[in-house]
């Protein structure tokens, strides 16, 4: 059977209080979809103005610090993601990854400290140029997933996995079918060898320059249980096309 959908759109650092007005009309467009997930993560700063103004409708972070609380300036722990009105957050996205060297490690503290409060987690893996062109993405990926996975899974809150070729995100450039077929394969079987039956219920979603003209056919390929979209998520004029295709 497959899974539900759940299509997420990621704005990165986009998004002031005059944006709340396309968070709302993705809210009220997305009711027309109950058989899809919607959910926006928007800037930290934004959540609780997002939640307050479309409530019901998902709204999460980008990313979460694996402390519960401390001495850790600029961060936002899970707990301040929950009481801000968040029901999920990202982690592991490749620009932290890279830009602010997230660490396999912290992303597995970052997705347990979340899962632990009952936020929803999108944990982010994919390759880059170099490796895929290597013909080594599966392995990598798969090496990625491993060692960034949490320990358990939560029973308050689900897991899904976001599989993102770096070489994919902002360039317009996406894998082949097959190749986006042979890696969700192999991230459900990576899934179920760590966690058995729970394994099969682990949304697994597509990412890197999902847009409305190639979502119908990413959208209809096995295994790929929804989409994690950046620029096309920041107007509901991008965004709804792309959550029909998954309806
Ligand atoms: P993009 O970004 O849709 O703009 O390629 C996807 C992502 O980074 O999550």
Not at 90 to 96: D, F, K, L, M
Not at 148 to 161: G, R
Request: charged residues 20%; negative net charge.
């Amino acid at each position: 059977m497959p899974l539900r959908k759940l299509i997420a759109g990621n704005w990165k650092m986009h998004g002031l209080s005059s944006d709340l007005e396309q968070v709302a009309a993705i809210a009220r467009a997305a009711a027309d979809y109950p058989g899809v997930d919607v959910a926006l993560c928007v800037p930290a700063i934004l959540i609780e103005r997002a939640a307050r103004a479309v409530p019901g409708f998902a709204i999460g972070g980008q990313d979460v610090h694996q402390a519960e609380k401390g001495a850790h300036t600029g961060c936002t722990s899970a707990l301040m993601l929950l009481d801000a009105g968040a029901s999920l957050t990202i982690v592991g996205h490749s620009e932290r990854r890279d830009a602010q060297r997230e660490s396999d490690s912290d992303v597995k503290g970052k997705a347990e400290a979340a899962l632990s409060v009952g936020l929803n987690v999108i944990l982010c893996v994919g390759e880059s140029l170099e490796v895929r062109q290597a013909g080594a993405a599966v392995g990598s990926v798969l090496d990625q997933l491993e060692a960034s996975l949490p320990s358990t899974l939560a029973a308050t809150a689900a897991l899904a996995v976001a599989y993102e070729p770096i070489w994919a995100i902002g360039t317009g450039k996406i894998p082949t079918s097959d190749e986006i077929a042979e890696m969700h394969a192999a991230i459900r079987q990576k899934l179920r060898d760590r966690f058995a039956a729970a394994g099969e219920k682990i949304r697994i979603l597509y990412g890197g320059s999902v847009k409305a003209s190639n979502a119908t056919e990413i959208f209809g390929i096995a295994d790929v249980d929804g989409g994690l979209v950046g620029g096309a998520s920041l107007t509901a004029a991008d965004f709804m096309p792309i959550v029909a295709a998954a309806g």
